[in-house]
């Protein structure tokens, strides 16, 4: 079933191609496409960040045993859209001494990185919009640089509370993005590539052949990382908004709010991804090496597909709503201990475990 | 074609930025136009298909050492106008670099057109050459003692540069973190029973 969807996703571009081509040069007729590419990817994403706030309310309204938001369409539905209306028509004031094109330009800096890094995710069997080679470099590299809307944001409100809600966010993103990097380097040493498709076609055959058996420590402290550098709970000291009222963006109202809210839910789905893409297999299937199940009608859960990797996605993004619900905030100085003297040993540890498992070839990639 | 459009396109921006580092008032905005500068020579490199170097040029310059340095430019209390009266006095140091910058690349540049032997420019690598892959197989093997050399050294700056803010003062108050983490409820909560009040 979902070899059919491929192939006729597949029929369609090569039709489309060859109808383009016969009117623009090739060079055109690829920039073509890879915008559309582009364009449907931006738009799921921006779809989903806008349900993922519904869940987010939903999901937390249950778990602390209210309703959530249910007066906007059936069943609060379309509690999002109405969000983003009030939102855009919301005044954007610019504090009065504030750095004016900083303050604008921030936001923007902020959800540019979050939206560039799908470039190099495989989507699902044969499709990634950029096959980087050192598509993991790219990944860290695009993720280091989200940092710097919080920061400008922070300077250029001329505000106390902004300023220091962006150091905060500066010293902790600066801290966990080591151990994340190191983690990646665990995930790289595993599928012997910085090609995330080749990372994903390492991790074949089942849930066990994935890499969070054998590099689970790196899996958690990626995943706890990735917490961190989406400024979330129980990590968000950047905004807390019982000290600093809500950090690096109390001065930001309307639209330039938007696109801050916007950033940090694309990133909470971009780190789902990664993760799930690097550690549970990407669009490969759990059952993928359970030979009983060919020929039972469960056949067809076998087949890698781009609905798994949206399952894994959504479990993670599950995770961090759970998260968020069950903890309550961390101290500043505990988060920093954590990040340098708890994270970073243990990914070095285990990155020294790994090494001696490839020398011995014992475990998965024995090859 | 497109390349040399592309190399104009970057190598203005970096230029430009450059200029703007040096010009620009505010040393925030200096900072951020040396971020731009960054990114704008990653982008060269990558022309150069140098991928490994143009990733690690931004993710170490761009993503760890320009944040700290922003960092460290947003907390000072900068007297702008200060600054500006000093412009004059470094003006000649300025110069001097300037010159032997532009020396320097005449020279290179003059060289290759004197008629030595220079080496042919490589031919454009096929579409599965990993720069990355390459390097990695030089880099832990022929050079492998500059490699751990350089790591010392930067080893060292590390432990340098903590020893010389680790100071020991009287009076300092330190939490225990093991202490910390093994209190017991018992340690801290005392549940009284007591008599329900009846009217």
């Known amino acids: 079933m979902a070899e059919d969807g491929i192939a006729m996703l597949e029929s369609l571009y090569n039709s489309v191609e060859s109808l383009l081509l016969e009117f623009l040069p090739e060079l055109w007729v690829e920039l073509i496409l890879t915008a559309v590419q582009i364009v449907i990817l931006v738009v799921v994403i921006i779809i989903c960040v806008a349900f993922l706030t519904l869940l987010e309310r939903k999901i937390i309204g249950y778990m602390q045993n209210r309703i959530g938001p249910n007066r906007v369409g059936p069943r609060g539905l379309l509690q999002p859209f109405a969000d983003t209306i009030k939102l855009l028509l919301k005044e954007v004031i610019v504090p009065d001494r504030s750095n004016r094109f900083l303050f604008i330009i921030a936001p923007l800096l902020s959800l540019t990185p979050a939206l560039a890094t799908w470039a190099v995710i495989p989507l699902f069997p044969g499709f990634v919009i950029a096959d980087v080679n050192a598509g993991l470099l790219y990944v860290l590299a695009l993720t280091s640089l989200g940092v ?68 689970l420590p790196l899996f958690l402290v990626y995943f706890i990382s990735g917490l961190a550098e989406t400024n979330r709970a129980p990590f968000d000291v950047a905004e807390g908004e019982s000290e600093i009222v809500a950090g690096f963006h109390v001065e930001y109202s309307g639209a330039a709010f938007a696109m801050f809210f916007l950033g940090e839910y694309a990133n909470m789905i971009l780190i789902s991804a990664l993760t799930a893409v690097m550690f549970l297999g990407g669009w490969e299937s759990a059952f993928a090496g359970w030979t009983f199940l060919a020929g039972t009608p469960l056949e067809f859960l076998q087949a890698p597909s781009l609905a798994w990797l949206a399952v894994k996605i959504a479990f993670f993004l599950f995770c961090f709503l759970w998260c968020r619900a069950t903890f309550p905030r961390y101290r500043y100085d505990q988060i920093m201990r954590l990040g340098w003297k708890v994270f970073i040993p243990v990914t070095i540890v285990w990155i020294a475990v790994e090494g001696v498992m490839v020398w011995l070839k014992v475990g998965p990639w024995s090859v | ?142 050079h492998v003692y500059a490699f751990e050399l350089a790591a010392f050294i930067l080893l060292l700056a590390i432990i340098a540069a903590i020893t010389l803010t680790m100071r020991r003062r009287a009076g300092l108050k330190v939490q225990n973190v093991a202490e910390q983490v093994a209190v017991k409820r018992e340690d801290r909560v005392r549940i009284v029973k007591m008599e329900a009040e009846s009217d």
């Open chain 2, 1 to 142: 074609m497109y390349e040399l459009i592309f190399f104009g396109m970057y190598a203005f921006v970096l230029v430009a930025a450059a200029i703007g580092v040096i010009a620009s008032r505010n040393p925030v905005h200096s900072a951020m136009f040396l971020v731009l500068a960054f990114v704008a020579s990653s982008a060269l490199w990558l022309l150069m298909e140098a991928e490994f170097l143009a990733m690690t040029l931004v993710l170490v310059y761009v993503g760890a050492v320009m944040v700290l340095f922003l960092f460290v430019v947003m907390m000072l209390d900068i007297d702008v106008k200060s600054l500006r009266t000093g412009i004059m006095r470094y003006a000649p140091i300025g110069i001097i670099v300037a010159i032997l910058s532009v020396a320097q690349v005449w020279s290179v540049v003059w060289l290759r057109n004197s008629g030595l032997p220079v080496m042919a420019r490589p031919a454009a690598a096929p579409a599965d050459y990993s720069n990355t892959k390459e390097l990695g197989a030089v880099l832990y093997t022929e």
């Open chain 1, 148 to 215: 710097y809307g919080v920061i400008l944001a922070g300077w250029a409100s001329n505000s106390r509370y902004a300023l220091l809600g962006a150091m905060r966010s500066a010293a902790q993103i600066v801290a966990y993005e080591i151990a994340m990097g190191f983690a990646l380097v665990g995930v790289l040493m595993a599928g012997r590539s910085l090609n995330l498709g080749d990372i994903v076609t390492a991790q074949e055959g089942g849930v066990l052949s994935w890499f969070w058996l054998p590099l």
